[in-house]
């Protein structure tokens, strides 16, 4: 692979504050401040610190990636997506299980927002497609979706696109059947990250932050090997030291 610079491995990383409240996500970010990656903001904290949250980390500078995986009726989509683009964020999700109309009402919440003057820019829209705590035996006998993993997450991604949104969430291990089907230009935003020498936790398709890039991925989401080290600071670096060396 090209070797990339501190800078563009830096901007490829999402990290996951996955924090209970507003001042401990806020105390992690600002030791992260000047590392030029992205911050995540899921459903624990999102859910504990509400819109808040997101625009302190905003004025801190960081880009934001807004993962509330949203899956309803179209029109309760289509408003909430309205909502979130006026709130700012530069990228957020939907889940793909929700279907074309579901996913195309989340772009058309985006556009209306923009067109209203509601916010100056349009943020990215991706789609959820199986979590990387899915397994083999998870997909087929509890979801009840036949055929393999990828298949699945293949099926989803080309769903995303054809509603017209950016990209997909997915694991790592399927972003080069991803790109073939949809394109190269077509985002991957990939959880199951883990450094060498981490703990796999309750992720079963993960690989490493040099292979993810390596593979094709655009983004890269890792949490507890960056936000539960004892120095924040220094896992990061140490990742991205093993994604810019040669």
């Not at 807004?66 to 997506?81: C, E, Q, S």
């Not at 509890?142 to 393999?148: D, F, K, P, R, T």
């Not at 080069?176 to 991957?188: N, P």
Request: glycine letters at 10%; proline letters at 4%.
């Amino acid at each position: 692979m090209a070797i990339l610079s501190r800078a563009e491995a830096a901007s490829k990383i999402m990290v996951a504050l996955d924090k209970p409240d507003a001042a401990a996500a806020l105390a992690l970010a600002d030791q992260l401040q000047d590392a030029g990656c992205w911050m995540k903001v899921g459903m624990e904290l999102y859910y504990a610190a509400g819109p808040s949250v997101v625009r302190e980390l905003k004025s801190r500078g960081f880009r934001i990636f807004l993962d509330v995986k949203m899956h309803d009726i179209p029109n309760t989509v289509r408003g909430g997506a309205r909502s979130i683009t006026r709130l700012g964020v530069d990228l957020f999700n939907v889940h793909g299980a929700g279907g074309i109309a579901m996913m195309s009402a989340a772009a058309e919440g985006v556009r209306e927002a923009i067109k209203a003057g509601e916010a100056e820019r349009a943020p990215m829209v991706i789609a959820v497609t199986q979590l990387t705590s899915t397994s083999l035996e998870t997909l087929n006998q509890e979801i009840g979706i036949a055929g393999s993993v990828e298949d699945a997450v293949v099926r989803y991604a080309k769903l995303a696109r054809e509603a017209g949104l950016q990209g997909v969430v997915a694991s790592p291990l399927e972003v080069t059947a991803i790109k073939a089907a949809c394109g190269r230009e077509f985002l991957t935003v990939t959880p199951g990250i883990r450094p060498l020498g981490s703990d796999t936790g309750d992720q079963s398709r993960i690989t490493t932050p040099r292979d993810a890039v390596s593979g094709g991925t655009d983004y890269l989401v890792i949490g507890r090997p960056i936000t539960a080290a004892p120095n924040p600071a220094e896992a990061l670096n140490h990742i991205l030291k093993e994604m810019t060396e040669s």
